[in-house]
């Protein structure tokens, strides 16, 4: 059974940083790319960063220059280092990757992390 599991969220104040990090378990015979996703409240969930096994990565126009993906397909690993945070950045991040498993290839989700920016 694939599990992804986030953490690194919190409180941080306007200005500040973050790095969260994204770790998979479960048997995953390749992984073709890995992302974070945010959602806010009321908002729908939005592509923040991605990150493909060739190591190409794409950004949200928002995020372009403070944040930064990176991923260690070969430990199943993905970081997201965030900076120069906004409060309107308030949201759950979610990490994905798309990965082919004993079922076939398919997306998989975490359970999320909240990342809250205020002073």
């Known amino acids: 059974q694939v599990q992804l599991v986030e953490s690194g969220g919190g409180l941080v104040q306007p200005g500040g940083s973050l790095r969260l990090s994204c770790v998979v378990s479960?048997?995953?015979?390749?992984?073709?790319?890995m992302g974070w996703y945010r959602q806010a409240p009321g908002k729908q969930r939005e592509l923040v960063a991605g990150?493909?096994?060739?190591?190409?990565?794409n950004y949200a126009d928002s995020v372009k220059g403070r944040f930064t993906i990176s991923a260690d397909n070969a430990k199943k690993t993905a970081v997201l280092q965030m900076d120069s945070l906004k409060p309107e950045e308030t949201a759950v991040y979610y990490c994905?990757?798309?990965?082919?498993?004993?079922?076939?290839?398919?997306?998989?989700w975490g359970q999320g992390t909240q990342v809250t920016v205020s002073s």
């Open positions: 994905n990757v798309d990965a082919r498993t004993r079922v076939g290839r398919r997306d998989y």
């Open positions: 479960g048997t995953i015979f390749s992984i073709y790319d």
């Open positions: 990150i493909t096994s060739g190591g190409s990565t």
